[in-house]
């Protein structure tokens, strides 16, 4: 695991009970967000040959459990152990497990589905490419990714979060950038959604692996 994971994954354990106790309540009013998972769900239900999914950076579970209600067969994976933890009690008739969305434990083409929600904010912009070559690599052609993110530039490194000390950096993404590097590894960017206001907007971006 590289520094930058380290860091990650400290984070989030220190994190991880402040983090479950406040997100998933934003994420429930949310509601453009989820729209745009609601239609992830709908291509995969209707490409996918009921395949399974997998919430890569999937924190407290919310997001896993909100698409296994809308009916995917999806488990969660994250790099924290006490966030997968914390997931674990919540949604106890799900599956998650500590793992990495870098080298996910999948076989080539077994996947219907990848969805990464805010879990890209702590990769670098330079990194983007390497992950969604993965992602691309567990996708069956025709599967689909969505990925959600903080539009912006430039990398913040709070020192806090939650009220508690992390030491990750956190990066926003231009969607044009975010966009550039699904495309550069072969994944066909479907559609593009931006909310949220003028500040500090949210951005997610659909994609598929082309049959
Ligand atoms: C901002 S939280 C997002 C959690 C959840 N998806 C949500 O929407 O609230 C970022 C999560 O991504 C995880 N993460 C960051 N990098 C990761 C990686 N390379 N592999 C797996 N999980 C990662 C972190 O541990 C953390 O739980």
């Known amino acids: 695991m590289s520094a930058r994971e380290a860091a990650v994954r400290a984070s989030y354990d220190t994190v991880a009970q402040e983090y479950a106790d406040r997100v998933p309540q934003?994420?429930?009013?949310?509601?453009?967000?989820?729209a745009l998972l609601s239609g992830f769900a709908e291509l995969v239900k209707?490409?996918?040959?009921?395949l399974p999914v997998v919430d890569a950076g999937c924190g407290p579970g919310h997001?896993?459990?909100?698409?296994?209600?809308?009916?995917?067969?999806?488990?969660?994976?994250?790099?924290?152990?006490?966030?997968?933890?914390t997931a674990r009690r919540a949604h106890a008739g799900l599956?998650?497990?500590v793992g990495s969305m870098t080298a996910?434990?999948?076989g080539d083409a077994s996947l219907a589905g990848v969805v990464a929600w805010w879990s890209l904010v702590h990769t670098p912009p330079e990194e983007l490419a390497a992950v969604f070559a993965e992602f691309r690599?567990?996708?069956?052609?025709?599967?689909?990714?969505?990925?959600?993110?903080r539009v912006g530039s430039g990398p913040r490194s709070p020192r806090r979060a939650y009220g508690l000390p992390v030491s990750y950096e956190f990066h926003r993404f231009a969607p044009e950038r975010v966009a550039g590097a699904l495309a550069g590894?072969?994944?066909e960017v479907d559609g593009r959604l931006m909310w949220g206001g003028e500040a500090d907007?949210?951005?997610g971006l659909l994609a598929s692996r082309p049959t």
């Open 26 to 34: 934003r994420f429930a009013g949310d509601v453009l967000g989820r």
């Open 46 to 50: 209707r490409d996918g040959g009921g």
């Open 63 to 85: 997001v896993t459990a909100h698409l296994a209600g809308l009916g995917l067969p999806v488990h969660g994976v994250d790099l924290s152990p006490r966030m997968v933890e």
């Open 95 to 97: 599956r998650f497990e």
């Open 104 to 106: 996910l434990d999948a």
């Open 137 to 149: 690599r567990v996708l069956v052609p025709g599967g689909h990714v969505v990925v959600g993110f």
């Open 185 to 187: 590894v072969g994944l």
């Open 201 to 203: 907007p949210s951005a």
